[in-house]
């Protein structure tokens, strides 16, 4: 190995290691890794947990956090009672991050250097030097369940009937799809693809050992459009209000142009809810000086969403811990749970027959380069083995219709499945 310092703050590292050596070492030795690429940009970090295993979700605290990757679970302990319950995630520690810059060499960013860091390195190089077998071609089948349609149908007529009776306005359900692989996947060429495949969109892959939470080894895969709340290097805060879904390709295969997308009244009034339910948090910290952005059409791999965007200038409105108090306020937004908030959670809890797990849950970076991204964890799935679970969602309103949202889910599925064939 040979590594030279490339600047003040990195190390330019030499050798052939890739970032899926990095990441099969993080996998084989049980250190949790955090993979992704921000919306808009063409640098890849990969961050790896080297301290103690993460044993259970902690509140997070975006403003004293040291660098690192969070991870949280749709549902909380509790189910919310208290107000911090649902920003907690599982925290990775940034003991080793690597960048993969956009001319394709990776840097080492400083961090302590420990017996771990040194173990974990000797490691990585050891992998580089060992032959691989990567040229499997990521093939897959989806397996067929004649029961799925029928019975998320069944829970969108009930959840409409609900509607109908006036217990709640708003729910989003979910169902699963299951994928086998012909081989075990390199996590890494599938993320790669992803990038590739969807340039706007928030793309991680997130390995946890075994004993993370309780629950057996996972890795989560996704490619998401869902800002859920971002503090930028000057102190923006942002977040956006996404729903209604459509095709972004005519019938005839032929991409749509964004300003000829056509919204029913459904799906004007299903974002309006979520647009509500993130200006009713900005009411409640009394927060006035917002802005706000849209609706506008906006693109997501082979959908159209319709999206507002709001912004605030936490320095100007000197409210730094802006960020933390949103992320406990808003998730799970109306966006992926529904409104009111504990009747439509309660729903989906006796309602879906699945564990949503981290789907619909937050991923993102913290306090990386000032900044800290958080996005919501849709358009993702679930990898053991070779099999591959891919979750997607819908949400309803009492005009619902339960055939369409179940094509909707179709569509939503479609994203990975298509990011994925490279
Ligand atoms: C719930 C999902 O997506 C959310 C629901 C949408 C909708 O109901 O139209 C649109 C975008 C997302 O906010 C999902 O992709 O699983």
Aim: net charge negative; glycine share 6%.
């Amino acid at each position: 190995m040979t590594a030279s310092s490339a600047g003040s703050n990195t190390t330019t590292v030499h050798l052939d290691v890739t970032l899926t050596h990095l990441w099969q070492t993080a996998r084989k030795n049980d250190h949790p890794a955090a993979l992704w690429r921000l919306p808009n940009q063409s640098e890849k970090q990969l961050i790896v947990h080297l301290g103690e295993p993460l044993a259970e979700q902690q509140p997070i605290d975006l403003d004293e956090r040291p660098p690192g990757f969070a991870i949280g679970l749709f549902d909380a302990p509790g189910h919310g009672t208290a107000s911090d319950d649902f920003a907690r995630a599982f925290y990775l520690h940034a003991d080793r991050h690597i960048v993969l810059d956009a001319d394709g060499q990776l840097l080492y960013r400083p961090t302590p250097e420990t017996t771990a860091t040194r173990a974990f390195d000797q490691a990585t190089y050891l992998a580089a030097n060992q032959p691989t077998n990567l040229s499997d071609p990521v093939s897959f089948t989806e397996q067929p369940d004649p029961e799925a349609q029928a019975a998320f149908e069944a829970n969108v007529a009930e959840a409409v009937e609900a509607m109908k009776a006036g217990r709640f306005w708003k729910v989003v359900l979910s169902r699963t799809k299951t994928l086998t692989f012909g081989n075990v996947p390199d996590v890494v060429t599938l993320f790669d693809r992803l990038c590739a495949a969807y340039p706007t969109a928030f793309v991680s892959a997130v390995s946890l050992p075994e004993g993370t939470g309780g629950r057996p080894a996972q890795v989560w895969l996704s490619a998401t459009p869902e800002r859920l709340a971002s503090v930028d290097a000057n102190g923006i805060f942002r977040t956006v209000a996404l729903a209604g879904t459509q095709s972004a390709y005519t019938p005839e295969g032929v991409m749509k142009r964004t300003a000829d997308a056509l919204w029913s009244q459904k799906e004007i009034e299903e974002q309006a809810l979520v647009s509500r339910y993130i200006i009713g948090c900005f009411k409640k910290i009394r927060l006035r000086e917002y802005m706000e952005e849209g609706p506008k059409t906006a693109q997501a791999g082979n959908l159209m969403h319709l999206c507002s965007q709001y912004s605030v200038d936490t320095r100007a409105v000197n409210f730094p811990q802006l960020g933390t108090v949103m992320l406990r306020l808003l998730h799970p937004t109306s966006a992926v749970c529904g409104m009111p908030r504990p009747e439509a959670l309660d729903f989906i809890l006796t309602h879906e027959q699945h564990d949503r797990g981290f789907y619909a849950g937050f991923v993102g970076p913290v306090n990386i380069d000032g900044a800290s991204q958080l996005f919501v964890h849709i358009r993702c799935l679930l990898l053991a083995g070779k099999t591959a679970t891919l979750y997607a969602g819908a949400g309803l309103t009492e005009d619902s219709d339960p055939q369409k949202e179940w094509l909707e889910t179709e569509m939503k599925c479609q994203t990975l499945l298509r990011g994925m064939q490279g």
